[in-house]
């Protein structure tokens, strides 16, 4: 029974639209202003996978320039879990936090042996904000 909500302590922002494809090319998402949040969990919404030993490496950026002239692969160490995926992940969602001191970050997918499409977005909840309530909209 739920007795509370998250509505105004967070903001999903798009990480990386709806793409489909059906090739080993790397999928760069939108680079995210983290400023005046606290917690950040990125969600990867994984759709139909019909290559049948596809693999998906996910990885991020993190800089302190607005275009991530500075950017850098975040350290394992700001990354609380792992949201790598394959060929069984049908119609599934990964999860991974990131913890990073950086102002801004940014997801890339990249497939390996894929020839067939494959279709997965990205989301970022940015939560705890320093001025609340959060606009779910922003």
């Known amino acids: 029974m739920a007795s509370f909500d ?51 490496a996910v990885t991020f950026r993190e800089g302190d320039d607005s275009g ?29 936090g990131y913890v990073g001191k950086k102002r801004f970050v940014e997801i890339k997918i990249t497939p390996s042996n894929n020839t067939a499409n494959a279709t997965f977005r990205a989301m970022l909840a940015k939560g705890k904000p320093g001025n609340a309530p959060a606009d779910p909209n922003a």
């Open 6 to 56: 998250d509505s105004s302590s967070i903001s999903p922002v798009i990480a990386l639209a709806v793409t489909t494809v059906a090739n080993n090319d790397p999928q760069t998402g939108v680079i995210i202003d983290t400023n005046d949040f606290e917690s950040f969990t990125y969600y990867i919404l994984i759709d139909t996978l019909t290559d049948a030993d596809a693999t998906f």
């Open 68 to 96: 991530l002239s500075d950017g850098a692969p975040v350290p394992t160490a700001d990354l609380i879990g792992n949201a790598d995926f394959d060929f069984n992940d049908d119609d599934s969602i990964k999860q991974i």
